[in-house]
């Protein structure tokens, strides 16, 4: 008897153990997003400019060590936090001065977006142009998995410069972090089409 209950416990486990050989891994997921409601708030403080941001955002000067130093040379750094997404929205003023400050600001932010061009699979230029309130500039979309994904500059090409750039802290893998992007992005286009110079 005890033969015949060890012989049906052998067949059991092969038989179970051998099953479905169709097995298929499943795709590696990410934590699901819960996305705020777009609600906005206006930033006019002391700087020479005010735009409409977003109400799940803060706006902090760069307490970077270096910041400091630049702020006296008439140089504002600000970020603009983002902290469900793990984002920073770094914000540079500066005043121009002469015709080359203009044009070495606008290179340095060509060189920047471009920085990006080993891990980017394409850099994409739009012109912003708002005549009505002086704000004309270049917005670069940096598709790919650099480290940000978004950057631009304005300025009213006499007196005002004001350049923008989106990181997030994290790995950069643009298809974990492009529904995020994509949130984000309206935000930035928001700030953007609302910008005023005082």
């Known amino acids: ?37 777009k609600e906005y708030r206006t930033f006019d403080t002391i700087y020479p400019f005010t735009f409409v941001y977003p109400k799940y955002a803060y706006v902090e000067k760069d307490l970077h060590p270096q910041a400091s130093e630049k702020i006296l040379n008439m140089k504002y750094l600000l970020n603009m936090q983002f902290p469900q997404f793990n984002g920073t929205l770094h914000l540079s003023y500066e005043t121009i ?10 290179e340095d932010a060509r060189t920047f977006a471009f920085k990006h061009t080993v891990k980017a699979t394409s850099i994409d230029q739009g012109i912003i142009r708002n005549p009505a309130r002086k704000i004309y500039g270049i917005y670069y979309t940096i598709e790919g998995n650099a480290a940000s994904s978004l ?18 802290n994290t790995v950069p893998r643009l298809d974990s972090i492009q529904p995020v992007l994509n949130f984000v992005r309206k935000d930035v286009d928001t700030l953007i089409k609302s910008f005023k110079w005082k």
């Open 1 to 37: 008897m005890k033969k015949i209950f060890g012989l049906i416990a052998i067949i059991a486990v092969l038989t179970s153990c051998g099953g479905n050989s169709d097995y298929t891994p499943k795709p590696r997921g990410y934590f699901r997003i819960y996305y705020p409601k």
């Open 151 to 168: 950057q631009f500059y304005i300025t009213d090409s006499t007196k005002n410069y004001l350049r923008g750039a989106l990181y997030f």
């Open 97 to 106: 001065t002469s015709k080359k400050v203009f044009n070495e600001l606008t």
